[in-house]
């Protein structure tokens, strides 16, 4: 249901754009998210969007660096990361929302000198 791009390998202070196609159920008016998984880690959601995109939310570890948001013309979900840190090395997945529903493959983000 979910195809995600864009991850990297990059150094600290550095910006990311995740991408992340939908198909197969309503996008338009689902509720999504991103969530990661970190090594050693569980999943976790860092930011949610409503369907028309009014609404966003994010975790505490993301807020103010990272922006949620959605072209619905295009089945898209978007991460705009800035200010990246070692902490934020994940694999970074977006899903339907409750419960982190139908989560693709995800995309790997690396954080490093």
């Known amino acids: 249901q979910f195809v995600e791009s864009g991850g990297g390998l990059v150094q600290p202070g550095d910006s990311l754009r995740l991408s992340c196609i939908a198909s197969?159920?309503?996008?338009?008016?689902?509720?999504v998210s991103w969530a990661r998984q970190a090594p050693g880690k569980g999943l976790e959601t860092i930011a949610m969007i409503s369907g028309d995109g009014e609404v966003t939310s994010y975790a505490n570890a993301v807020e103010g660096r990272f922006t949620i948001s959605r072209d619905n013309d295009k089945n898209t979900l978007y991460l705009q990361m800035t200010n990246l840190m070692p902490e934020d090395t994940a694999t970074y997945y977006c899903a339907r929302e409750p419960g982190i529903r139908g989560r693709g493959q995800g995309t790997q983000v690396t954080v490093s000198l």
């Open positions: 197969g159920f309503g996008f338009k008016t689902a509720t």
